[in-house]
């Protein structure tokens, strides 16, 4: 199954998925699972029958079948599955069969789109015959809407079109050309739920919504886009009266903080900065249903940059001018000392210190550098500004008329006052990925390795230095505490510690002042 931990579907299981799980050919799903069952068994579809007598419990709460290949599976496996299960225990088919958009005039197209239609409706058929038990079975089905290319993929041509949100193309399909019926043809992985019994299924996804209806008294009324993020779900939901709300779902809440940081961070903009909060998302209510965080916002209306944009510049001028206003009602005049300097970057060292791959020589230069830098900074007057922490272009809102800036989102990785200027390295950084098609490592390569910035950039840059009073050299340290910054918060993989140690020593050396 593709991308495991960060696939949508597993919200729709329901409450079964916190019984007594069985995986078929779904081991990678182990890790994850475990933050939710009671139980989970792994086994596969040749070797099932033969396993089933070994399992130490007698009926599962859930029988999740992974068939990547788009395949189902036989009419004789679903029926030993299903004689598997507890009453009321779910079966859960999930399955890629995604078509080839990429190759749309290709024989292999319309041979797969045709396979597709024959697959659905045959196995619709054969749960409508087949399926019938001393109690009634229910079925439910979930079309988990196509992706266009890999997410975090972009197009910037003429035009500027991101694929951040995987469920773009389709959301676009079902707008434009065709009817909700005809959707399910052009989704990329499909959701099978059976439920041995007369249950009707209901999601986590609907049971949130339950939950936050009777604790606000707001009557919800449509589910219509529900965006997958690595670790965490964003649902989008209009109410009766018309408002809409993000519903925001994160896995394993009992392991993950950062969900808590941005709505402490959200309210604390909202009451400091009046001239921020029209800008900002207004919290409703949040909570924890059984093992998953929520949190539930106003919407910000306007459009994401995964809409289609015609004028790109436009809005990278918008989102700078944005960051100069942040920086204006925030900026704050102080005296660096050491404990100031720990307190704001001690947890940042502390990640890369613990990084997998740290190596003896990578600690003996963290532990170097970090002194180094407290010294350096030592004593030195400067101005801190509000920081968001993942400055870059997707996660702002723009209004479609003009491209000025409706909204910020993704607070989570922010802090109330840091050195200025780490935001706009983000800015560019994410603005040079997207019009060059590569990745965040390799433009700093390009940056700090190679070419340095490109003339529109220093402008950028000369201009903010300009705004806040960063010398040149005080410029040098704030880079190198961006990068020391990203790397511990976000970049886990695709480059090593010896790597990151000679980036950070091409942009700053402290035996060479």
Known sequence: MQNDANSGWLYHLGDVIFGDVLLIDAEDLFSVLSIYASNVHLSSKTSFPAAISSFSISGFDCIIVNSTDGALPGKQLISEFHGALNNNGV???VYNNDTNYKNIASIKYPYSFVKKIFDIFKHS????????????????????QSIYGKINEVFYHKKYRSVKNPFLLTEKIKKHIFSPQALKFFSSNILDI???GEHVHKSVIDNVIALVRKETGIVFSDIFKCTVIPYKVLVSVKSQTGDDYIFLLLRGADRNVRANRELKMLNYLNDTYLKLSPFISKSVTCGIYKKIEYIVYHKISGVSIDAMFDQYAVAERSAFNML????EISRQKIVFDVELFHEMTGTWFDRLDNIDQSSDKFEKYLAMLNPALASYLQGKSCELVLYHGDYKIENLIFNTADYSV???????????HHLPGMDLFYLIIYSRRIKNGTSFIKECEEIFLKGGF?????????EYCKYFNISDDMLVIITV???IHHFSSRERNGYTN???MLLLESIWSPGND
């Open 481 to 483: 505490l961006f990068i």
């Open 454 to 462: 490109h003339s529109d950039e220093q402008c950028m840059l000369d």
């Open 498 to 500: 010896i790597w990151l």
């Open 406 to 416: 409706n909204g910020i989102i993704d607070w989570d990785l922010s802090e109330k």
């Open 324 to 327: 100069l206003h942040i920086g």
């Open 194 to 196: 059976t439920i041995k």
């Open 91 to 93: 079966i859960a088919v």
């Open 125 to 144: 058929f054969f749960l409508k015959t087949n399926l019938k038990t001393n109690r009634e079975t229910t079925h439910v089905r979930y079309y988990m």
